[in-house]
């Protein structure tokens, strides 16, 4: 038996909406969480990527500075470069840091050692959107010391930081 095509389209298009309600109503699998940074370069594997919540275990440090892009003193959360560089086994010299819109900066190995940079995931308290310079955003104890109130540091305060890659 054969349907006129008129009614052969309109059946097709009930089960579409058929197809299209039952689909709304079975419940939808857990979103795994997007990685915020990928490091590759110099590195055990090639390359690692890290979701937040990855970064957060690495160990969380906070420093309380004022920065030439905000006003006034703000809390900085994240994780220090140097556990990050660890966590990969990264072996080089310099750091490739590149922002969700291309931009990029050099960064040396010395900026891992303790006390130093910070891969922020918060502000004050928050997790910073890309609208707010987030999600990751390179900061420095800017206030603890004049060595990291300088222009060559400012420059290398990256923020929507996506990517490192490590060097040689």
Known sequence: MTLPAALSRRAAALLVAALSVSALSAPLPALAEDAVLTVTGAVEGGSRSFTLSELEALGEEEYRTATVWT??????????????????????????????????????????????????????????????????WLVYPYDADSKWRAEAVYARSIWQLSRIEVKR
């Open 71 to 136: 006003e006034g003193e703000h809390s900085f959360t994240g994780v220090p470069l140097g556990a990050i560089l660890e966590a990969v086994g990264a072996e080089g010299e310099t750091l490739h840091m590149v922002a969700i819109n291309d931009y990029a900066v050099t960064v040396p190995i010395e900026d891992a050692a303790p006390g130093a940079a910070l891969i922020a995931y918060r502000l004050d308290g928050k997790t910073m959107s890309v609208r707010e310079k987030g999600p990751l």
